[in-house]
């Protein structure tokens, strides 16, 4: 079964094929991402318009070359699966008409991909995982704690109250005058810092929702607290130094953070999965930091449960993901109609209770 998959809901243009051999485990044939690094980095961060833009130019080539990469054709596909949400609506709808005129061209199976069910899926693909299993979804857009009972089943414990990990990477990355995305050249100035414990008591940071119940984030403090650092800085060129302790001090509170939240979720998942395997995935973008990485698989040593992360390359937004989200519900019969909607925002888990003050990110 092969599945062309599409990605085009923030600042990655990707197209991939996957499919998977006889016993359901996942092969990805092709995944080509192409990352609009330098459209956005003049402005410091993701500009819808220009996103939008950039996937129309770039989605047709990048499909081609997957399909050529794959060494298929059109007529050797299966089905079509496209990214139709949450996002940003511009580059959205780009992905998914372009998904739609090929499924209608071809008379494939037409999939509408939650792109957050790419992520929660990504484990299956690359650790054949069985449900349920316990979730950390990281990402820029999107911070949330989630049961995965099975393809469309999600249960939300937790979500963020303001900004999502990404975000306060991000922007905390931007305070330090790092250049975008913030996130994974703040971990790269972090491992300068040669004495951590020094680092943080220098530039104290609190944890928010630390100790609390519950599975809730917040990062707003976090953020507020790295900004009045920078400013207490001698004014004129920040020392690198200076910035690689407090992104050390910064990047030790977020892996405390996500240690903390997470704890209380493996509890809950402990008490109401009863005789569950006990496993436990981190994904999304963020997934991808190595201090948080390391927090979460002692964490899981601690309480039993095994760690499943995705490889850093599927971490972050790319089609494989999607591509598997749409194999798997190709499987289940799970297939879109043409009038499929482009949805900015798309919740895993639609009966989740609102969290005051969670606005779009709930
Ligand atoms: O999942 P993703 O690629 O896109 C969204 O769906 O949002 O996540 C992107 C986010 C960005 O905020 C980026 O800075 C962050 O993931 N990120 C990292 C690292 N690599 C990517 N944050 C911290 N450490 C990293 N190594
Ligand atoms: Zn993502």
Same mark, same amino acid.
């Given at each position: 079964m092969n599945i062309l998959g599409i990605e085009t809901s923030c600042d990655e243009t990707s197209a991939a094929i996957v499919s998977a051999d006889e016993h359901g485990a996942g092969i990805i044939l092709s995944n080509l991402v192409f990352s609009q690094l330098e459209e956005h980095a003049v402005f410091g961060g993701v500009v819808p318009e220009v996103a939008a833009r950039a996937h129309m130019e770039t989605l047709d080539t990048l499909i081609k070359g997957a399909l050529q990469e794959a060494d298929l054709g059109f007529a050797d596909l299966d089905g079509i699966a496209a990214t139709a949400g949450p996002g940003l609506i511009g580059g959205v709808m780009v992905g998914l008409m372009t998904g739609k005129a090929i499924a209608a061209a071809h008379d494939l199976p037409f999939m509408a991909v939650n792109h957050l069910e790419g992520h929660a899926l990504t484990p299956r693909l690359t650790d054949d995982?069985?449900?349920?299993?316990?979730?950390?979804?990281?990402?820029?857009?999107?911070?949330?704690?989630?049961? $995965?009972?099975?393809? #469309?089943?999600?249960?939300?414990? !937790?979500?963020? *109250?303001? @900004?999502? =990990?990404? %975000? /306060?990477?991000?922007?905390? $990355?931007?305070?330090? #005058?790092?250049?975008?995305?913030? !996130?994974?050249? *703040?971990? @790269?100035? =972090?491992? %300068? /810092?040669?004495d951590i414990p020094a680092a943080q008591k220098r530039f104290a940071l609190p944890l928010p929702m630390k100790g609390r119940a519950g599975c809730d984030f917040s990062f707003s403090g976090l953020k507020t607290a790295v900004r009045n650092h920078v400013q207490s800085l001698p004014a004129g060129d920040l020392q690198r130094k200076d910035i690689a302790d407090l992104a050390a001090s910064m990047q030790s509170a977020m892996a405390a953070i996500t240690r903390d939240r997470t704890a209380n979720a493996m509890q809950q998942f402990i008490r109401d999965y009863p005789g569950a395997k006990r496993s436990f995935v981190v994904s999304g973008g963020v997934a991808a930091n190595t201090a948080i990485r390391a927090a979460l698989t002692d964490l899981c040593a601690t309480h039993d449960f095994t760690f499943h992360a995705p490889p850093i390359h599927l971490c972050g937004d790319n089609a494989a993901m999607i591509g598997w989200a749409g194999l798997e519900r190709l499987k289940l019969g799970l297939t879109d109609a043409m009038d499929a909607p482009a949805r900015p925002r798309w919740p895993l888990d639609e009966n989740a209770p609102k969290r005051h003050g969670a606005g779009v990110k709930a």
């Open positions: 995982l069985q449900f349920p299993y316990l979730l950390l979804l990281v990402s820029g857009g999107h911070t949330q704690i989630l049961v $995965a009972e099975g393809v #469309g089943q999600y249960k939300r414990w !937790g979500t963020t *109250l303001d @900004d999502a =990990a990404g %975000e /306060c990477f991000d922007k905390s $990355a931007k305070l330090m #005058g790092l250049p975008y995305p913030g !996130g994974p050249h *703040l971990q @790269d100035i =972090a491992s %300068e /810092c040669t």
